[in-house]
């Protein structure tokens, strides 16, 4: 397994509780859009085992082109040892990441695509928008539906409908509006639903869809193809 140490090189605040660290690109680390990585913290691996509370599983916010490797997280004022820590590392401080994949790049098959995401959950669907407004080829249109109770949305500056890109942002910050919003995407029947949140909103709006006729294959998750089926199961209680 390759692990890449590198810096980081800006920290933006992206609201009270977001932040976004910006690190170096190492030579030869390569992504794609909807892609997740483990993001470590010096001495993760000092010991015979990996410390696994310096490790976390998060996704990158960024495209290769911006020259930087983007990670968004949330850090509140109560908050785990490793967003602890997170919180006071700043330009310079060296993170490690390894084991970069993406479960859930864009699909372009002429089709509407729906990505439905709580809170910070945005960030894994951010590179696709921007991938999206590169090129749209082969995508009918996008729509982004967030729900963040704390109303202080993320990425307002790419999150912006704009008809002419036929991209349609909408956020909403309770979660009545947010499924009734969720039930009227589902009317079209032939959509790609992509869906980014803790398991519990997975479940959620996975019974959403299901109830509305939408097939286990329309629904994307940011999750590893073996662990799809019990989230996706047919069983599902709906």
Same mark, same amino acid.
């Given at each position: 397994?390759?692990?890449?140490?590198?810096?980081?090189?800006?920290?933006?605040?992206?609201?009270?509780?977001?932040?976004?660290?910006?690190?170096?690109?190492?030579? =030869?680390?390569?992504? =794609?859009?909807?892609?997740?990585?483990?993001?470590?913290?010096?001495?993760?691996?000092?010991?015979?085992?990996?410390?696994?509370?310096?490790?976390?599983?998060?996704?990158?916010?960024?495209?290769?082109?911006?020259?930087?490797?983007?990670?968004?997280?949330?850090?509140?004022?109560?908050?785990?040892?490793?967003?602890?820590?997170?919180?006071?590392?700043?330009?310079?401080?060296?993170?490690?990441?390894?084991?970069?994949?993406?479960?859930?790049?864009?699909?372009?098959?002429?089709?509407?695509?729906?990505?439905?995401?709580?809170?910070?959950?945005?960030?894994?669907?951010?590179?696709?928008?921007?991938?999206?407004?590169?090129?749209?080829?082969?995508?009918?249109?996008?729509?982004?539906?967030?729900?963040?109770?704390?109303?202080?949305?993320?990425?307002?500056?790419?999150? =912006?409908?704009?008809?002419?890109?036929?991209?349609?942002?909408?956020?909403?910050?309770?979660?009545?509006?947010?499924?009734?919003?969720?039930?009227?995407?589902?009317?079209?029947?032939?959509?790609?639903?992509?869906?980014?949140?803790?398991?519990?909103?997975?479940?959620?709006?996975?019974?959403?869809?299901?109830?509305?006729?939408?097939?286990?294959?329309?629904?994307?998750?940011?999750?590893? =193809?073996?662990?799809?089926?019990?989230?996706?199961?047919?069983?599902?209680?709906?």
């Amino acid at each position: 397994m390759q692990i890449y140490w590198t810096k980081i090189n800006k920290v933006i605040k992206e609201t009270p509780e977001v932040n976004t660290y910006l690190l170096d690109c190492p030579k =030869e680390f390569t992504w =794609e859009e909807g892609s997740h990585t483990h993001f470590a913290l010096e001495g993760f691996n000092a010991g015979e085992k990996p410390n696994r509370s310096l490790i976390r599983h998060m996704s990158i916010s960024t495209l290769p082109h911006e020259n930087s490797i983007g990670i968004t997280t949330r850090i509140k004022e109560q908050c785990s040892e490793f967003k602890s820590i997170l919180r006071n590392l700043g330009v310079g401080d060296e993170v490690a990441i390894f084991k970069t994949h993406s479960n859930v790049p864009l699909k372009r098959e002429n089709k509407n695509v729906y990505l439905l995401s709580s809170g910070v959950g945005l960030a894994t669907f951010r590179p696709l928008v921007l991938d999206y407004f590169e090129s749209a080829d082969n995508v009918n249109q996008i729509h982004s539906l967030n729900i963040d109770s704390s109303k202080d949305f993320l990425f307002t500056n790419v999150f =912006e409908s704009a008809s002419d890109k036929k991209f349609t942002a909408q956020f909403v910050d309770n979660r009545k509006d947010y499924y009734e919003e969720v039930k009227n995407l589902a009317a079209d029947k032939d959509g790609l639903f992509y869906v980014v949140g803790s398991d519990e909103f997975l479940v959620q709006n996975i019974e959403v869809l299901r109830e509305q006729n939408i097939k286990p294959e329309q629904i994307m998750l940011d999750k590893h =193809e073996q662990q799809l089926p019990e989230f996706l199961s047919l069983d599902l209680s709906i």
